[in-house]
């Protein structure tokens, strides 16, 4: 179980380095500051209806949520220096939320109409 978790850590950071930046620069500041012309409804509604398109936005939030989900349980476990089974409660919450992320931004994604 630990190398998928390790994996699913990785991918985030790769996902949350390479392309959320790029997301969060477009749709955070250029398109609200009027640096470039946003994009209208219809043109991102039917970008966002493919399903190629679907698939990378789940990329782009299930990644990442694991990814902080990792991140977390191990900075909380080394500050309070939880070792063994006391980790676990720690472990089914971090991963828990991030499950629970996963599925709404599926169940979203899936019934986007």
Do not use: K, N
Not at 2 to 17: D, K, Q, Y
Not at 66 to 82: I, K, S
Not at 93 to 107: E, F, R
């Amino acid at each position: 179980m630990t190398p998928f978790l390790w994996f699913l850590f990785g991918g985030g950071g790769m996902v949350s380095a390479l392309l959320l930046p790029v997301h969060v620069l477009l749709f955070g500041l250029a398109f609200p500051l009027g640096w470039f012309e946003a994009p209208s409804y219809e043109s991102l509604h039917g970008l966002v209806t493919h399903p190629v398109t679907r698939l990378y936005l789940f990329v782009l939030i299930f990644l990442p949520l694991f990814h902080a989900a990792h991140r977390f349980l191990y900075t909380v476990c080394d500050l309070l220096q939880v070792h063994g089974s006391r980790r676990t409660p720690i472990a089914v919450v971090c991963y828990g939320a991030a499950l629970l992320g996963t599925a709404v931004a599926a169940y979203t994604l899936l019934t986007i109409a």
